[in-house]
């Protein structure tokens, strides 16, 4: 092997490593829920749908997570989250899930529909990784995944009150 063809595959494998990096995606986002059991709940099924580092605040009811965007995303960690009971800026758990929580983890969810539209919609415009183009107008009168300007919803993957 010539030193042209070494340096040749030698580049080819130096791409190929840089390439394969993880595409880490830091994102917070608003999770319904009241105390320690939920946000070992929360923070575990964030996890088990991918999330590499999943943090719940129980006072500011954000859930902050890392996660690697080349094998998951916000709406698979955003739907776990509801599959275990909790409403979140994402995805709304069944009735079935919320049933199934303790009784203090029980959280109001009118609460927790209002807080999940705020999350998502922001001065007129979608601000968060859930909605498909944040660029257009489609949150009207605080309502997330109402119709846009050209009647449709770029907020469809939002909570909806």
Do not use: P
Request: charged letters at 25%; a positive charge; one cysteine or more.
């Amino acid at each position: 092997m010539t030193i042209k063809n070494l340096f040749v595959v030698a580049a080819f494998i130096m791409s190929s490593l840089f390439g394969a990096q993880a595409q880490n995606k830091k994102e917070v986002f608003q999770v319904a829920g009241n105390c320690g059991m939920c946000k070992g709940r929360i923070e575990n099924a964030a996890k088990e749908a991918g999330a590499t580092q999943a943090s719940w605040d129980a006072d500011s009811k954000k859930l902050a997570v890392t996660y690697d965007a080349t094998t998951t995303s916000l709406s698979i960690i955003q739907e776990q989250v509801a599959m275990v009971g909790h409403d979140n800026a994402g995805a709304k758990a069944s009735d079935e899930a919320y049933a199934k929580l303790h009784g203090c983890c029980k959280y109001d969810r009118t609460t927790a529909a209002a807080t999940a539209v705020d999350s998502c919609c922001k001065d007129g415009k979608c601000k968060d990784g859930s909605c498909k183009d944040t660029s257009k107008d489609c949150c009207k009168n605080g309502q997330c995944g109402e119709k846009g300007k050209k009647g449709k919803s770029c907020c469809a993957n939002c909570a909806k009150a």
